[in-house]
């Protein structure tokens, strides 16, 4: 696979890579401190178009591929994990509509996302559904020109912060994952609430909250594409576009681990000689590279491969999610061990890049549940 980028790869890039260090990467330990939301971040990243990166210009986007997106989202977390997770979920939102919406709907939402000045989330997982989609209980039930919405979400990123919710609802109980639809909800919808901010162990700029809707009367307008194509959304955006997004996250932060890592190694002096002297050290850092140039390599491959026509194999993006975010613990923990007790200190950064990177197994889908379905498609049962 030929990973040579194009100019215009390049520029996004850089620009995303200068944003990241000059203006996220100074104030990124003070949001993991405070739980504070990383809007700042986020409007740093707007005046620079970045929130509409792979949004079509005729709806006031970049317009730029895959391989573009992570690129930038992987800049992103190499500066802060818990700004490039917001933009995920807000990209992952965007590309709902791009993907579900009819041209209505596209007019009436994408413009505003694009530009940044309505920022956007996701809703699938429920207290008692987790990562299964199929077990979900929110219902949306049709009255006139109507759906009536009662339910909950939880672990919602972006949640209260965001103007647009994409929403997956059981719209027909008796026809399994046939009767699960996607619906457009505004914040500032009648009947709809939400939680307190969950106190996460890590990713904690990124205002993860429940959502609940209580008799939310939502125009049959607001559903995406038909009834019962919920999961198809889910498919296309969460699955084949999001993922790679949450693995860029992974990668970024693993390089963040491991560029510390190498620079702690030339600084640090012990006994009148730099630990990455230490053929031990040296192993270490072996090995941290290694993982990040092959996920960085399947990561590449697996964009590539969804901008051809046909795009790759849905299964790509799950493997890539799941394998970068192993290998980001991996890195992570072992840029501890190179720092030895500075890691585990709050005065350096190793901490939070564990921390957010463990978070990384868990959001979107859970490394189990990705086995078992890696697993399924490959047998092919």
Do not use: W
């Not at 914040?187 to 307190?196: N, P, Q, R, Y």
């Not at 996460?200 to 307008?221: H, N, V, W, Y």
């Not at 923990?333 to 890049?353: C, I, M, T």
């Amino acid at each position: 696979m030929d990973f040579q980028l194009t100019k215009d790869q390049n520029l996004v890039r850089e620009t995303a890579g200068k944003i990241a260090q000059k203006e996220l990467a100074p104030r990124a330990a003070e949001v993991d401190r405070t739980h504070s939301f990383v809007q700042e971040g986020l409007n740093k990243l707007k005046d620079a178009d970045i929130l509409g990166l792979a949004i079509p210009p005729e709806y006031g986007g970049m317009g730029m591929d895959t391989r573009a997106f992570v690129l930038v989202i992987e800049e992103i977390a190499k500066a802060c994990g818990s700004t490039a997770l917001a933009t995920v979920s807000h990209s992952i939102c965007s590309y709902i509509v791009l993907c579900a919406g009819d041209d209505k709907q596209k007019k009436k939402y994408l413009p505003g996302m694009a530009k940044g000045e309505r920022l956007g989330a996701f809703c699938v997982h429920e207290s008692n559904c987790g990562s299964n989609a199929l077990a979900l209980e929110t219902r949306a039930v049709a009255e006139g020109n109507e759906y009536i919405v009662n339910g909950s979400k939880i672990f919602i990123t972006n949640a209260q912060e965001a103007e647009i919710y994409a929403v997956l609802v059981r719209t027909d109980l008796s026809k399994g994952p046939q009767g699960i639809s996607m619906l457009l909800i505004e914040k500032d919808t009648e009947g709809l609430s939400f939680g307190k901010k969950e106190e996460k162990m890590g990713l904690r700029g990124t205002s993860s909250r429940e959502l609940f809707f209580q008799d939310c009367r939502i125009p049959q307008a607001n559903l995406l594409g038909k009834e019962g194509e919920g999961l198809k959304a889910v498919g296309q955006a969460i699955i084949g576009f999001g993922f790679l997004g949450a693995a860029a996250i992974s990668s970024g932060l693993a390089q963040a681990a491991l560029d510390t890592s190498i620079k702690h190694a030339r600084e640090r002096v012990i006994a009148r000689s730099p630990i990455g002297a230490n053929q031990l050290i040296q192993s270490l850092i072996t090995e941290m590279s290694l993982g990040v140039d092959t996920v960085r390599a399947l990561l590449y491959s697996a964009a590539a491969r969804r901008d051809t026509n046909p795009p790759g194999p849905i299964v790509d993006a799950l493997k890539v999610k799941l394998y970068a975010s192993e290998v980001a613990i991996d890195v992570t923990n072992k840029a501890l061990q190179v720092h030895g007790g500075h890691g585990y200190s709050r005065d350096f950064p190793l901490e939070r890049y564990y921390r957010d990177a463990r978070g990384l197994t868990l959001h979107f889908k859970t490394t189990e549940l990705l086995k078992a379905d890696i697993g399924k498609m490959l047998v092919g049962l």
